[in-house]
């Protein structure tokens, strides 16, 4: 049985959770999970965890920055801030002219690059309450959904001509592209929403060496201690490995989350114990 990571490139149209279902289904393996959902309108790169100690340390490469393609559309709203919601066209007021290519790019740098407070979409999967914004929204029900920092570290113009932008995001992990999206119709005065969206890396993750989904197979999948190699790294003697194996905590001294290794392979998440180190998930 192999554990390891998966590159895939996500096509339009299924979902997140459709996308892990056929890779079980073609791999034989029920335990996959992902790193992060992209919406079915959405494409481009999926990182996911195969195998049960795969899963065990997905929580250490959650916090990954992302990169995307961006299609935006001006001149109309949506409802979701993407193509998925109820499309309006966008009044523009007497005196108010059509957006430039310098006013993108000033707004850009003025009001989006850097650390920003970003208002989630209402149409979103952010519990509230314990509830999702989504289905809250569903049902008529209104959310108040508070900002959140996020860093936008890059947001790079590809092309433009009035109502289409393209452009390169690079942002922190838990952004949304879409508000971004809603955000630059509401700065320039046109409305816009995200018409299109591809992610085209996961931190050094790119979509240029991920699978296709129809022809996986588990070749297509990196070994867990390729993956991790990138990690802190402690080798551990062997009485070391058998005490972490059965949960005694052992007389070295870590940093947070290094990753304990015995014979070549890695063996446990291990945290700071009070001078000592403790195996926080055995692999």
Known sequence: MRHGFLLINKPVGPSSHDCVYQARRLLHEKKIG??????????????????????????LFNKLPKEYEATIKFGEISSTYDREGV????????????????????????????????????????????????????QGR????????????KCEVLSFEYPILKARIAC????????????????????????????TKVGDWSLDDSAGLEDLTWSDVTPLKEVLRVRLKVELTSSQAEDVRHGRDIDIKVEQDAIGWSEGFPIAVLTPAGGRAHARKVL
């Open 34 to 59: 992902h790193l992060g959902t992209l919406d079915p309108a959405a494409e481009g790169l999926m990182v996911m965890a195969v195998g049960a100690k795969a899963l065990k340390v997905v929580e």
């Open 87 to 138: 499309i309006e066209e966008f009044e523009i007021k007497p005196g108010v002219n059509l957006p430039t290519m310098t006013d993108i790019q000033n707004v850009i740098a003025d009001r989006i690059i850097g650390k920003i407070d970003q208002v989630p979409p209402a149409h979103s999967a952010i519990k509230i309450g314990g509830e999702r914004a989504y289905r809250k929204m569903r």
């Open 142 to 153: 209104g959310v108040s959904i508070p900002p959140r920092e996020v860093e936008i570290k």
């Open 172 to 199: 922190s992990s838990g952004t949304y592209i879409r508000s971004i999206a809603n955000d630059l119709g509401i700065l320039l005065r046109c409305g816009g929403y995200l018409q299109g969206l591809k992610r």
